[in-house]
Every structure is written in structure tokens, then in C-alpha cells.
């Protein structure tokens, strides 16, 4: 499964961005899909999720700004995100996790090549 992220760029704090995530195949539909975003100089971390039965789940830092969706007919999953903050600033990578194990991890995981955000103040 090839995913490729776009949408990102420079915006003004409090501003908003639309990411979107295109995948190659099929596989899109029965994958959970999520973003995560890595800072520079910081570990990647979780940003949101949309599992396969549309139940979704952010991390505190975003809730309330940030809302992501998945259309399994164009193979993409987006994320809308508004009131845009400095600390907001990090690559974001789009995630595909299909056959989730028990130790919380899927089997099969893909990833984009990562789209550039960037929130002046």
C-alpha cells in the first residue's frame, strides 16, 4: 500500500489546514487510519485515528481543533485542522494498520513520505 500526504504548508496561528492522504489499493478499507506528526527534535507521536468502522480518537493536544475522516470510496483520509497553534508546527505522516494484533499493533503497517507543516505565530 503506497500513501501519499498533501495539503500541508505555511499558515498564520489560528488558522486552518486540510491534509489528505490518498492510498494505491484496496487494502484502504479494511486498514485503520491515522496521523502522526514528528516535531524536529522530538519522537513521532500520535495525532488521530479513524478505524475501519469509522470510530475516531485524538490526542489531547488536538481534540476540539482537529477532525480527521476517511472516505473509503476515494481511498483517502483527511485531516481538517483549525485554531492552528505554533507547537502545531511538524512534518505529518499518514499511517495505514491493517490485522490488529493483541499487543495493540497491527500485523501490516505503511506509511507517506510525511507533508511539511509550518504555524508562524
Known amino acids: 500500500v503506497e500513501l501519499v500526504e498533501s495539503g500541508g504548508g505555511l499558515v498564520t496561528a489560528g488558522g486552518s489546514l486540510r491534509l489528505s492522504c490518498a492510498a494505491s489499493e484496496g487494502t484502504f478499507s479494511t486498514s485503520d487510519m491515522s496521523w502522526y506528526r514528528q516535531a524536529p527534535g522530538k519522537e513521532r507521536e500520535f495525532v488521530a485515528q479513524v478505524t475501519v468502522s469509522g470510530g475516531t480518537y485524538y490526542a489531547d493536544s488536538v481534540k476540539g481543533r482537529f477532525t480527521i475522516s476517511r472516505d473509503d470510496a476515494e481511498n483517502a483520509v483527511y485531516l481538517q485542522m483549525a485554531g492552528l497553534k505554533p507547537e502545531d508546527t511538524a512534518i505529518y505522516y499518514c499511517?495505514?494498520?491493517?490485522?490488529?494484533?493483541?499487543?495493540?499493533?497491527?500485523?501490516?503497517?505503511?506509511w507517506g513520505q510525511g507533508t511539511q507543516v509550518t504555524v508562524s505565530s
Open positions: 499511517h495505514a494498520g491493517a490485522v490488529p494484533m493483541t499487543s495493540g499493533d497491527y500485523l501490516h503497517n505503511y
